[in-house]
């Protein structure tokens, strides 16, 4: 069993992980160069752990058998609500206006991430033991409840871009499950009355960045619009071949904002130019495929949607992150998978890494038993 | 495995939902790689310079502003530096605890209150009716990238403190703003006038120059404002690379050194400027304090080098503090210099227009004597008043009118001398419009005209001032155009005294004199000594200028109806004066001293003197306001015109006060005690050279 799992691990996949983190490291490094505040933070010896760690991680969650994780998921459930309950009541440390972390001790997790994770198992575990029940609308209502048990605790942290990977890791499963064309359209049309019905709930700030992306003001000399149009001005003056590592002005003289998190797509636009983007969507794009190929060969459907889970939360991730660099989409708070600077994101994606390793690990290409 | 239903999870994913699931991806990532090439490749130039837009900031430097000296060297406007200290609201920290900190800290180091007032209140540079929070959220809305003063004029080790706090206070930083500061203050503001910002009508010139609105000044008056382009410099500029903070980083290209404006020698005496005030303010307020009413309200006074055009020292009271303006204009203090009556913004020496009185009636006697209208010698009869007919026409009929002498009792039989050290009016009357066969032909107004412009009437000076004024010496064509009606023969007899339509500034006056103590030649007067640099080196030094010497340059106009009413009209041949004429005058100006209008004021002056007095009746908006235009009873200005040593004229002044209603008694000591203290001054100077 052994020499089994070791033959199957997919190696392919670790490294282009490995090649991203690298890379993002060094991104940090050129972003946060001359600026005292995040050099005191020390963002870029945290990263280095964090994904020193993140491989410890992977090797042991490929190493555990992924069919384990359900007996867990339920109690992971229910301490991840619970987590969530203390922070909204009690108060997690703040940060950019809102409650997401709580600080244990020496390090400070963030449950909203490990709910991605935990969902994705929960929803895997459930749509697996019901395959041929996945026509029935009562079905998939209780899966709707199940997932909205944590969306709604982490809407209340406020945390929007959570609560959206959240649902579209319910539907997407909902989906590989074998969701129905005619019930797609209904849920098509529940999110549009949910999007139209929710909006004024949201926070000011939320409301604010959905409006400014909608209708812009082009006269912004600062604020989330200053944010956008710094990113536009990074990417387009990237060219080619992007200015050169540690060369770009408006990474260097601090013109783009959060350049080391939400940003750091436009920095690397900058700095290594289209050559350098495509080459990070080339191999984001590579990992998410050796997700999904981890859950054609997985040997049930139950490790088949993990592995698809985990290649849809890094798909959406870097859907969302690079559309809002580039002006696509609205301005969120969802890092770039395994090069944005922080550890609790880089944790979460890297023990996903795990789990579809200890998937493709425990696939049986000739099974004849 | 418990839990799982394995039936259920044996069934395999659909794969061509997997597929759907890459294809969908798929087709984001190639429009991401669409847009990323549109942005990177089609549209780089133009994202390229913004980025270059972003990162490079074009900085002016100011010049430093030429400094100006009297002619002793002695500073009469310099630059001394000021410290601001200024919030950048753009650049304070995101948090506003932070922020909160920071205005708590600054309020307790610069002594402003944390809050005052409210934000709808006007954000008044450097005012004190708002606090620090008020003030940060003003500009906030208003213009985050700019520093709002919160505190100005600190002292020196309040600015050095919050500098070096400055790091740790991002936002907050120390601005050093020249100043320009005048040492002899209120004294020389109406010569030197005062700095203003750049207004909008010149941002776009000044801006193209590289100043920089809100940040430099330019001249607002006196010589300030007519010496601007000399004053002001060339500023520098730097090219330099900066981060998102605005924090300069390096220099992109070679920075161009500002060049400082050159600094300014003025002829100015301040010794004999300061003298002059003390004299002519002085005089004014003990007339006041011995009517016991506020009656004589301003006065001007000139003193000058007849032979050079130098002006030593050049009075208009009352005056302003232009050190007020230092900073920014208070709208109080200038609304209320604005609104008095007596103009202390306008340099009365140069930009007054006043009826010229009996000073005038040096024109007349020069104009006189040159055109044989009077012999020297020439006995006339001068009684108290005298009637001639007053006709608007030619061969009109007219009506009798009376003209009074100032001495009721009048002068009986004068000569030449006489009439004009007595200031007799009848004597000119008759000089200028002629009577009976006493005197056939008088001088004319058109005559009257040409004498007045050869001596200095009638047109600007060139005076190196703002504003200088043009004066007036009627002749019928004006009079027809701008008060409708003929010139009369009456007209005639009070312009050649002076009155009536006659206006002229108190330098017009003394230039008249000044003329007649140079035998004839008049020199341009001038304020401007030399011009230097930084390191004294004389880039233009000083030339006496002649207008012209009326005894050489043929200047007085021929009419072919010399004596007439009607509109003149000239020959086309032009003559001089002839130097007797000069000379003539010059003894009847000893003769006002030594027995005349002058004779108890410079009884006992040592130094020989020449003058002329005069008393101008006037009717302005003021006296007509308070009541005081009665007919045969205006008030009147006092003048008193004087020149020494009489053989070798080199000082000549002229005294002005306003409703002074005497000249001999009110104008004369004025002018007598600036004679007496420019001859005191060389006195010292010449000590002072001895001993070296």
Redesign the interface.
């Known amino acids: 069993m052994r020499t089994a799992i070791w033959r199957h691990f997919d190696f392919w996949l670790l490294g282009a992980v490995a090649v991203l983190i690298t890379f993002g490291i060094a991104m940090i490094r050129s972003t946060i160069a001359?600026n005292a505040e995040l050099i005191e933070l020390d963002i870029l010896g945290r990263q280095i752990t964090y994904s020193l760690a993140g491989f410890v991680v992977i090797l042991i969650a490929a190493s555990v058998d992924y069919?384990l994780w359900?007996?867990v998921s339920r109690i992971l459930y229910v301490v991840i609500a619970l987590l969530l309950l203390v922070i909204i009541l009690f108060g997690g440390t703040e940060a950019f206006g809102a409650q997401r972390w709580l600080n244990i001790g020496l390090v400070i997790i963030q449950p909203s991430e490990l709910a991605k994770i935990t969902m994705i198992i929960i929803l895997a575990?459930y749509f697996?033991?019901?395959?041929?029940r996945v026509k029935d609308l009562a079905f998939i209502g209780r899966s709707i409840a199940l997932t909205m048990g944590l969306v709604v605790l982490i809407l209340l942290q406020p945390n929007l871009s959570t609560s959206i990977v959240l649902m579209t890791v319910w539907f997407?499963l909902l989906?590989?499950?074998?969701l129905e064309l005619k019930h797609l359209a209904f849920f098509a049309l529940a999110i549009l009355l949910v999007v139209a019905i929710g909006f004024p709930f949201l926070e000011d700030y939320q409301q604010q960045r959905v409006i400014n992306f909608i209708f812009p003001d082009p006269e912004a000399?600062?604020g989330s619009n200053y944010n956008v149009t710094?990113a536009?001005?990074?990417?387009?003056?990237?060219?080619?071949l992007g200015q050169g590592y540690g060369q770009?002005?408006?990474v260097q003289?601090?013109?783009l904002k959060v350049r080391h998190n939400d940003f750091i797509f436009s920095a690397i636009?900058a700095e290594f130019?289209?050559i350098g983007?495509?080459a990070v969507?080339g191999l984001l794009?590579f990992v998410?495929?050796r997700c999904?190929r981890a859950?054609?060969l997985s040997q049930?459907?139950?490790g088949?949607?993990v592995a698809?889970g985990v290649?849809?939360i890094i798909?959406l991730h870097t859907?969302v992150n690079?559309?809002m660099n580039?002006q696509?989409l609205p301005v969120t708070g969802l890092p770039l998978p395994f090069i944005s600077a922080g550890g609790s994101s880089l944790l979460t994606f890297m023990f996903g890494i795990g789990l579809v390793e200890s998937v493709v690990a425990r696939h049986r290409a000739l099974n004849f038993s | 495995?418990?839990?799982?239903?394995q039936t259920?999870?044996?069934?395999?994913?659909?794969?061509w939902?997997?597929f759907a699931?890459?294809g969908v991806?798929?087709a984001?990532?190639v429009?991401?790689?669409a847009?990323?090439?549109y942005?990177?490749?089609l549209?780089?130039d133009?994202?390229?310079r913004?980025?270059?837009e972003?990162?490079t900031e074009e900085i002016s430097l100011p010049p430093q502003r030429g400094v100006i000296y009297d002619r002793n060297g002695m500073i009469l406007a310099r630059n001394e530096a000021s410290y601001n200290v200024t919030v950048t609201p753009?650049f304070l920290p995101d948090d506003a605890a932070e922020i909160e900190e920071i205005v708590v800290q600054l309020a307790a180091l610069t002594g402003t209150p944390v809050t005052l007032g409210s934000i709808d209140e006007p954000l008044i540079p450097c005012g004190d009716n708002l606090g620090v929070r008020e003030m940060i959220a003003i500009q906030t809305s208003f213009s985050?990238?700019s520093p709002v003063l919160i505190e100005c004029n600190v002292p020196r080790e309040l600015a050095l403190s919050v500098a070096e706090r400055s790091v740790d206070w991002p936002g907050v930083g120390v601005q050093v703003e020249p100043i320009r500061e005048y040492p002899t203050g209120d004294m020389t503001a109406s010569i030197i006038g005062y700095l203003g910002p750049i207004p909008a009508a010149q941002e776009v010139e000044l801006r193209a120059l590289g100043f920089v609105p809100n940040r430099d000044k330019i001249g607002y008056g006196g010589l300030e404002l007519y010496f601007d382009e000399i004053l002001r410099g060339t500023p520098g500029s730097r090219v330099v690379?900066?981060?998102?903070?605005g924090q300069v980083?390096r220099d992109i290209e070679a920075p161009v050194d500002p060049i400082a404006g050159q600094n300014i020698v003025l002829t100015i005496d301040t010794r004999l400027q300061e003298a002059a005030t003390s004299i002519l303010k002085n005089e004014i307020l003990s007339w006041n304090q011995y009517f016991n009413e506020i009656r004589m309200t301003s006065g001007a006074a000139i003193a000058m080098d007849p032979r050079t055009g130098e002006i030593l020292a050049m009075v208009s009271w009352p005056s302003y503090e232009n050190n007020r303006f230092a900073r920014f204009i208070p709208a109080y203090y200038y609304d209320q210099l604005t609104q008095d009556a007596t103009h202390p913004l306008v340099n009365n020496a140069v930009g007054a227009e006043l009826p010229a009185g009996s000073v005038f009636k040096l024109v007349t006697a020069v104009g006189a004597l040159n055109e044989g209208v009077v012999s020297p010698d020439q006995v006339i009869q001068t009684p108290g008043k005298i009637t001639v007919t007053e006709r608007f026409f030619e061969g009109e009929t007219g009506r009798d009118r009376e003209f009074v002498d100032w001495n009721e009792a009048g002068f009986g039989s004068l000569n030449f001398l006489g009439g004009l050290a007595n200031s007799s009016n009848v004597y000119f009357y008759k000089l200028g419009g002629g009577y009976q066969d006493e005197v056939p032909e008088g001088l004319g107004v058109c005559r009257l005209v040409t004498y007045a412009e050869a001596l200095g009437y009638n047109a600007p000076l060139g005076i190196e001032q703002p504003y200088e004024t043009i004066g007036l010496v009627p002749d019928p064509t004006w009079k027809r155009i701008n008060q409708g009606e003929n010139w009369s023969t009456g007209d005639t007899y009070i312009a050649s005294v002076g009155q009536g339509f006659v206006l002229a500034s108190p330098l017009q006056v003394l230039m008249s004199a000044a003329t007649i103590a140079n035998d004839g030649v008049q020199m341009r007067p001038t304020l401007l000594y030399q011009i230097v640099d930084g390191e004294g080196n004389i880039l233009q030094d000083f030339v006496p200028e002649e207008r012209w010497d009326i005894t050489q340059d043929p200047l007085i106009k021929e009419y072919e109806n010399p004596s007439g009413i009607g509109a003149c009209r000239e020959t086309g041949e032009l003559k001089t004066v002839e130097p007797w004429v000069i000379e003539t005058v010059q003894q009847g100006m000893r003769g006002a001293v030594q027995f005349g209008t002058l004779a108890r004021e410079f009884a006992n002056v040592t130094i020989a003197a020449a003058g002329k007095t005069g008393t101008a009746e006037y009717c302005d908006e003021t006296a007509f306001a308070l009541g005081k235009c009665v007919y045969g009873n205006w008030p009147s200005h006092a003048w008193t015109v004087a020149y020494a040593p009489y053989d070798d004229p080199e000082i000549v002044i002229v005294a002005f006060v306003y409703n002074g209603n005497e000249g001999a008694t009110v104008a004369g000591p004025i002018g007598r005690k600036i004679l007496e203290a420019y001859f005191e001054i060389k006195a010292v100077d010449a000590a002072a050279a001895e001993g070296q």
């Open positions: 001359g069919r359900i007996s575990d697996a033991r019901n395959r041929e997407a989906w590989a499950s074998g000399r600062f710094q536009l001005i990074s990417i387009g003056s990237g060219g080619w770009s002005s408006q003289l601090r013109f636009s130019g289209l983007a495509l969507l794009f998410i495929w999904v859950a054609q049930d459907a139950f088949a949607l698809y290649a849809v798909a859907i690079v559309g580039i696509l | 495995m418990s839990g799982i239903t259920s999870n044996k069934i395999p994913l659909d794969a939902r997997l699931f890459i991806i798929a984001v990532f429009l991401f790689t847009r990323l090439f942005l990177q490749i549209e780089h133009n994202w390229l913004q980025a270059e972003n990162r753009a985050p990238f690379e900066t981060d998102v903070g980083l």
